[in-house]
């Protein structure tokens, strides 16, 4: 398991938090539709680097931006593209044709729970956020903390994100660069990698990330702290 949890003790403190990460996101989030159809993604509202990202605030905003997109975009696909197939849960009489599905091992290319799109709409986003904030670093507009904090909470959603592509689609385009020009992707232009290949490079790139440690991001609600929780264990993650 990650740790991207939410506590379920105050209704009222999960709101709060729910809509910080909404914020959050809704300044950072690129829509993204891109392989044929796994990478089929159109770029709208990006951030230029010259424009947005100048200060350690920017930076900040850019990896809560991807915490607030992946609960946006891929945190109920995840719950269920897993669980369900491993029979962790079942399906009642409220699910879907979709969930069904899943539960009997007969997914339909249309089944949006495994739509692979959305966990590149993630991958994608965090690499040009990763891009833009290596600049930021090269150009002394960030201090040594600040990427290496925010570079690798960002890193480590795409890490975990190529995790459960191999894991639910097995081979799939590994894909670490900014993609500026949408329309011009052409997903054999990237290699293809299975479950072992994959691991073997999520690994590497874990233990090669500037930091590996515990952030606290100073955020309090009350008794509450729980935006640190919608960031990726890194320690669980690198098992």
């Known amino acids: 398991m990650f740790a991207v949890m939410i506590s379920k003790n105050n209704k009222r403190m999960k709101h709060i938090y729910d809509s910080l990460l909404s914020i959050a996101a809704s300044v950072f989030i690129f829509s993204f539709l891109s392989c044929e159809d796994m990478l089929d993604v159109e770029q709208k509202g990006v951030l230029s680097y010259e424009d947005n990202y100048q200060t350690d605030f920017d930076s900040r905003s850019a990896a809560m931006g991807i915490a607030g997109m992946f609960q946006q975009t891929v945190a109920d696909q995840y719950v269920l593209l897993g669980e369900l197939r491993s029979d962790l849960l079942d399906v009642t009489t409220n699910g879907d ?46 201090s040594d903390w600040t990427f290496a904090r925010d570079y690798s909470e960002i890193a480590c959603f795409r890490i975990w994100m190529y995790y459960l592509l191999a894991i ?3 081979e799939v385009p590994y894909i670490t660069v900014p993609i500026e020009d949408v329309d011009m992707l052409d997903y054999t232009d990237y290699p293809m990698l299975g479950i072992n290949d994959m691991m073997d490079t999520l690994i590497v790139e874990m233990e090669n990330l500037p930091y590996l440690g515990d952030v606290d991001w100073n955020v309090s609600l009350d008794d509450y702290v729980g935006i640190n929780r919608a960031f990726v264990d890194k320690k669980m993650l690198i098992g």
């Open 168 to 170: 639910h689609y097995g």
């Open 97 to 142: 044709a979709y969930m069904r599905e899943l539960s009997s091992h007969s997914v339909s290319d249309k089944n949006p729970y495994a739509d692979a799109r959305s966990y590149y709409n993630v991958i994608l986003s965090c690499n040009d956020a990763m891009h833009n904030i290596e600049k930021m670093y090269g150009s002394e507009l960030i």
